[in-house]
């Protein structure tokens, strides 16, 4: 293990921890009847580019590879599993990740908003967990927004030259981070008829983010091994869908 | 190379389970109900309008139980398609005359 690997572990470890201890209870996907009709429709229809775009971009990869299609299913099986553990946070609750970033990066961010919306239609009609009435709004925060973040933050890192699994690491991160961060928004713009727009954000964003930031960190950690075993044993995949620039 | 893998899968377990042993007294639980306390808190008047497709037919709330099964039936699923995938790509490495020619 080189030195800056360990670095980046206890930088992990270290970030984890300092987000104090603090009992508290949190939330993942909004629940089921907690969004106003008008919202629930609002985010659904926003939504719909996003999906027409990723069904589109899935045809388009599996037409110009079919091999590719095995990744494409792990890629799905990953959020799949990792949206399925919770996970008890330094809060003193349970969340889970979104395990989108490690589509996002692989097949670019439309493609996960298709694998998203399976994981959440699984969860919400079998799971009682998050809602098909909200579905729009979960799908927004999940499948669009965190991979679109996931993925903006690699291709500046591949940009900017950082070292690869550091660039998988963060976009990982912060792509779960911000799908929480989505969700206290939408629920903020719903409910605050008690208080003000922002001060409602703010109630919403600290219990959802505290809760998060660990749980973000192991999902990147988690990413990145992914991405180390496909980089062993999955070259020609990872060169098809330009993961691996090098032809060798 | 492996020796970084098991040294991040470690992080990844302390990281999840030290809260547990740190937090003796927390909960860790109600995770669904938690938002709900906070639209409690900024919009006490409103009431949740649909109740979720499983519930319903139930007439009830989901046991914890079978939830817990429901929930593992998906990790299942999710780490079946992944093992499947990745024995695959092990095996054929095997094959494979060290990733220099890209034949299907």
């Known amino acids: 293990m080189s030195k800056r690997q360990k670095k980046i572990i206890t930088l992990a470890a270290a970030f984890a921890l300092m987000f104090g201890i603090v009992p508290n209870v949190s939330a993942m996907h909004i629940m089921e009847g907690y969004l106003p009709g008008a919202f629930c429709i609002a985010w659904g229809v926003l939504c719909v580019p996003f999906l027409i775009a990723g069904f589109m971009s899935i045809k388009k990869t599996i037409s110009q590879n079919r091999k590719l299609i095995t990744l494409l299913a792990m890629s799905g099986a990953f959020i799949f599993v990792i949206s399925s553990l919770k996970i008890p946070s330094v809060t003193g609750s349970c969340s889970h990740m979104t395990g989108t970033g490690l589509g996002a990066i692989l097949f670019g961010p439309a493609s996960v908003s298709i694998l998203g919306i399976i994981v959440l239609l699984f969860q919400a009609i079998l799971l009682a967990h998050g809602g098909l009435t909200t579905l729009g709004a979960n799908v927004f925060s999940m499948a669009i927004a965190g991979p679109f973040v996931s993925y903006g933050i690699y291709f500046v890192c591949k940009k900017t030259g950082v070292n690869k699994r550091v660039s998988v690491f963060l976009a990982a991160t912060i792509g779960d981070l911000f799908t929480y961060c989505v969700t206290a928004v939408q629920m903020a713009i719903a409910h605050h008829a008690d208080t003000t727009i922002f001060g409602a954000m703010g109630k919403f964003l600290a219990v959802f983010a505290p809760t998060q930031v660990p749980l973000a960190i192991i999902e990147g950690i988690i990413t990145v091994v992914i991405v180390m075993g496909l980089e062993s044993y999955a070259k020609p995949e990872l060169r098809a869908v330009g993961f691996l620039k090098e032809a060798k | ?104």
């Not at chain 2, 020796?3 to 899968?9: D, N, S, Y």
């Not at chain 2, 109600?30 to 008047?45: K, R």
């Not at chain 2, 497709?53 to 699923?77: H, K, M, Y």
Request: proline share 4%; with cysteine; glycine share 10%.
């Open chain 2, 1 to 104: 190379m492996k020796k970084t893998v098991i040294a991040l899968i470690i992080a990844v377990l302390l990281i999840a389970f030290i809260p547990l042993f740190a937090l003796k007294d927390a909960e860790f639980g109600g995770s669904d109900d938690a938002g709900s306390v906070v639209v409690e808190e900024v919009d006490s008047s409103y009431e949740p309008w649909a109740t979720p497709v499983f519930e319903r037919i139930l007439g009830g709330e989901l046991p914890g139980e079978v939830e817990s099964l429901l929930f593992c039936i998906q990790t299942g699923i999710g780490v079946g398609i992944i093992a499947f995938v990745m024995g695959r790509f092990v095996e054929r490495k095997k094959w494979m005359k060290e990733d220099t020619n890209d034949n299907h």
